[in-house]
């Protein structure tokens, strides 16, 4: 088995008291989350904002101290040997913040000049898209064009892993596309990347593994498609059907239901859906074909990350509930000051 590059063991860190208010949990933190990240992969943690998403990519950084677990980055333990980490960890947290007036080539320098053997700026600004905003100051850049600034000092040190948190957050659409093709053309240079979201179709589009996190635990794991695929009813075929044929078709459809990949038969509208396994398609087409009925019109549909976050806490997803106590004074910047450990 290959060696992770990020390791996670039974992470806690619990902010304040635990809430007395039923039903809340156990306060705002984390409260022993376990995940590792091999080589080369985009692996997400994704879950609703006050998850526990960026204080468990903090404690990873060694910007936090840990109240329990076993963290370590490419061998190394960040929590005693934070300055080594960050030899090989590039970090984009959340709202970064450079001084208004500061060009893009000139933040690139400054930050290049941190680092012994840092990468070449030039590199950086075409594989970020940035050569014509070289000169442009940071509060002129718009959102997409400050998020691929901060995708760039995230990696100016070279790293091996690069964590990105909320990378798309305010971004329109377009942008949001294009931050995607970036992160993948990042990956493709060789770097691990970490990416925290709170966006369902953002995981589902660029990690190839993840970690849902729900109130400062992990909910489940895995590809997204396997995720989906545990699911009971992770597929759907809906058929439309000639209203002549329509009571042959649920006649031979119905007996299924309970079959290994055939989970329910419902009626909607002028359609029939048929929910099962991702085989349920194998199903269907037999019993119609023996049934001699045509539909006139198949899809098949399947279901989200979202379904999945739905069946395991039993909850919708809303990406903005933040449980428990929120400290307005914290200010997270870019890099690794400014945090309060
Ligand atoms: N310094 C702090 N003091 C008190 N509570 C904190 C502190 N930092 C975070 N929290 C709380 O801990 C919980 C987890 O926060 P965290 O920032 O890790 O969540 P998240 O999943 O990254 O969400 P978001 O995207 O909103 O930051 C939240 O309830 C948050 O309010």
Known sequence: MTTPVVEVRDLRKAYGAAPSAPGSGEGPG???VSFAVTPGEIFGILGPNGAGKTTTVEC???????????LMVLGVDPQTHPERVREDLGIQLQESHLHDKITVEEALRLYAAFYSDPADVEELLTLLDLQDKRRTQFAKLSGGQKQRLSIALALVGRPKVAILDELTTGLDPAARRATWDLVERVRATGVTILLVTHFMDEAERLCDRLVIIDRGRV??????GELID??????????????DARRRALAAL???V????????ETDGDEIEVRGTRRVLFAVVPALA???VVPDDV???????EDVFVAVTGRAYDPDAAPGATDPDLSLTNTMDGADR
Do not use: I, Q
């Not at 899809?299 to 990350?305: D, E, I, K, P, Q």
């Open 299 to 305: 899809r098949t549909v399947s279901r989200t990350l």
């Open 230 to 243: 545990r699911l009971d009813d992770a597929r759907a075929v809906r058929l439309r059907v000639a209203p």
């Open 258 to 265: 309970g079959t290994p990949d055939v989970a329910a038969v």
């Open 254 to 256: 119905t007996p299924l």
């Open 30 to 32: 984390v409260h022993g």
């Open 219 to 224: 909910v489940a794991t895995g590809t997204p």
């Open 60 to 70: 990873l950084a060694g910007l936090r101290d840990t109240d329990g677990g076993a």
């Open 290 to 292: 023996a049934a001699d």
